[in-house]
């Protein structure tokens, strides 16, 4: 059973960087056409996803926060990562990483990470 879960703060001032890293076990983050995404939920909305890198290391990033939004990996430690920018109180959500299939099907989720972004 792949598990994913994110770390991370909880708690960041505006302005500041939002950074989140989803460690991965029982599959490995090159593993042939799996992308790894973000997807975060902000309080009583939809799921918005915010990008994902492929199993080679490309970058897909959402075009209304690719300007903010940075993906990387350490494959030597089987995670990726999420850097989100210059933050705002409406960046506060629930952060998921997910497990993708050719940016298709989404199979596995991480239990979600929730960041405030509060001074």
């Known amino acids: 059973q792949v598990q994913l879960q994110e770390s991370g703060p909880g708690l960041v001032k505006p302005s500041q960087t939002l950074s989140l890293t989803c460690t991965v076990s029982?599959?490995?983050?090159?593993?042939?056409?799996?992308?790894w995404s973000w997807i975060r939920q902000p309080p009583g909305k939809g799921l918005e996803w915010m990008g994902a890198?492929?199993?080679?290391?490309?970058?897909y990033l959402s075009p209304s926060l690719r300007s903010r939004t940075s993906i990387s990996r350490d494959t030597s430690k089987n995670q990726f990562s999420l850097q989100l920018r210059s933050v705002t109180p409406e960046d506060t959500a629930v952060y998921y990483c997910?497990?993708?299939?050719?940016?298709?099907?989404?199979?596995?989720w991480g239990k979600g990470a929730l960041v405030t972004v509060s001074s």
């Open positions: 029982e599959d490995s983050i090159t593993t042939a056409y799996y992308y």
């Open positions: 997910v497990r993708t299939w050719n940016l298709i099907r989404m199979d596995y």
């Open positions: 890198i492929s199993f080679v290391g490309n970058e």
